[in-house]
DNA sequence: TAGATTGTTAATCGATTAACAATC
DNA sequence: TAGATTGTTAATCGATTAACAATC
């Protein structure tokens, strides 16, 4: 394995974007990008983009560039994309089952072992092959499947009452699209949020500027 | 209005969770927030708070601090929450329900006006008091409509012909949640892209990086 | 008045960009 | 060899933190 030093927030973020480029440079059959490539793809500079390898190992070949295979492979394990660690969903509705659908997806990180609701008439339903459970069983269930991750989709008022479950269950890792700050909390989760409404107003805030330029 | 000045992109990531915050406070019955109350919440400090507030005015009282109604007032109206911009979703899938009842929620700043899919077995149906139409009719209805955004909610391999067939009705913002790059094609397009995919493996990442400090 | 808290300037820190020798 | 492109150092830029006079 490579150096791996301390890679910055920056560079994490950037991460997954250049997985994503590299895989569909792979299936394109192409085996070498340049850095100024990468760099007009991910709307950045080349010396960006070397940097950003600088801190993870050093594979580029001098007139050649990178081998994109090699750099998946790193990037793949840095980001830790095979793990598939066991997860839960809680919470059925529309924002969970498109959730379900991507965590099964080619490129996951997490083993989606059970769904959970308590809507009577949602428990019994199937998604991904995984039957709705009832959120009565969610203890037993996690105890017994070591389940290490939440994926919290339920309404922001049932959020407290459910991460302070799981969070017995010794749940230390959440993803969360709710409306709640699960962090605020406890000191020792990890809690990645999706919050779209904030991203809506981030748009929202793009097309006023513009406009107001125009003027 | 207050001075308004350069507002830098690291602010406006900042801006919506202050305004969610405020919101709070207000529904609270909270007059007055300091500094450090509200750095607290934010996981930030005193001094980014006020440094944040600065560049958009001044509006706070020496001993007391800020108050809750005016703040979240100015960071309304300089995102733009109170805009409602007429806004179509295209893809009327899991995510797209989702997003359909998110935009139509209390603070929202699109206006959602039409909703469109291919299937015609969801052709017909009703989210939010909307019909579900025929994607054919995309065009005419944007038209006649004088819609500004787009929410695309298709699956990638459509994301390209809808977005051309979107760009050509004169639509110039789009709210993406698809894994396909709309601003590498045009130059002069806003998009905010939401991607649950990258959002997921940051989370990984993380969980990673705990276990390996760990050993 | 004394305590609290702002607005703002200066200091520090980190991230991005530029430059260039090394080398495929 | 000549052209391309890396790895790395130095320079620049921007964002965060610290400090403190002003003032409610």
């Known amino acids: 394995m490579a150096k791996r030093e301390n890679i910055s927030s920056s560079v994490v973020r950037r991460l997954p974007r250049y997985y994503r480029f590299l895989r569909e440079l792979e ?3 192409i085996s070498h990008v340049s850095s100024s490539q990468l760099a007009k793809r991910m709307s950045s500079t080349a010396s960006q983009v070397r940097q950003d390898f600088n801190c993870f190992g050093e594979f580029g070949q001098q007139g050649i560039g990178y081998s994109v295979a ?3 492979d790193e990037i793949e394990s840095i980001l830790g994309v095979k793990c598939r660690y066991p997860a ?4 059925a509705g529309n924002i969970g089952t498109a959730i ?15 769904i959970f609701d308590k809507d009577r008439a949602k428990i019994g339903g199937v998604i991904q092959g995984i039957t709705i459970m009832d959120t009565d069983d969610l203890e037993s269930f996690c105890d017994s499947h070591l389940v290490t991750t939440a994926i919290i989709c339920v309404p922001k008022r049932a959020v407290e009452e459910i991460s302070e479950r799981l969070y017995a269950c010794g749940i230390r890792s959440f993803w969360n699209f709710s409306h709640f ?3 605020m909390k406890y000191s020792d989760v990890i809690v990645e949020n999706v919050h779209l409404g904030d991203s809506m107003m981030q748009l929202c805030f793009r097309i006023n500027q513009e406009q107001n330029t125009k003027k």
Not at 88 to 91: D, E, F, I, K
Not at 100 to 114: K, W, Y
């Open 181 to 183: 700050d699960i962090s």
């Open 88 to 91: 839960v969903l809680v919470g």
């Open 100 to 114: 379900a659908n991507q965590v099964s997806l080619e490129d996951r990180c997490f083993e989606l072992v059970g």
């Open 70 to 72: 090699h750099l998946r």
């Open 27 to 29: 299936k394109q059959g």
